[in-house]
């Protein structure tokens, strides 16, 4: 099975930019899906982006333009570049990586804190 260590979180000012890395070991990692969310206080985790394993992208309407998430299969490591933060940004981040059936291969990891604010 897949393991999954999310870092770089901190604290950022309202306009900057920081990188967050997802990395995986345990399993071959290049066939999964591969996902971030995130959850602030009181409120349902969100989805935020996905990159497929054919290396496809999608991302929230809160996050488009602003965001890119992108993975080095050589590296079994997801990222998900942030620019542009927001207040509105401030979240525990986590990754997740999915294949079929999901119900049996469906992997979190312990998430980072971002906060933005001045």
């Known amino acids: 099975q897949v393991q999954l260590v999310e870092s770089g979180g901190g604290l950022v000012q309202p306009g900057g930019s920081l990188t967050l890395s997802c990395a995986a070991s345990g399993g071959a990692s290049n066939i999964y899906d591969m996902r971030w969310y995130r959850q602030a206080p009181g409120n349902q985790r969100e989805y935020v982006a996905q990159i497929t394993s054919r290396y496809n992208t999608d991302y929230a309407d809160s996050v488009k333009g602003r965001f890119t998430i992108s993975r080095d299969n050589a590296k079994n490591t997801v990222y998900l570049q942030m620019n542009s933060l927001k207040p509105e940004d401030t979240a525990v981040y986590y990754c997740?990586?999915?294949?079929?059936?999901?119900?049996?291969?469906?992997?979190w990891g312990q998430g980072t804190q971002v906060t933005v604010s001045s």
């Open positions: 997740n990586a999915f294949r079929i059936p999901r119900s049996r291969y469906n992997y």
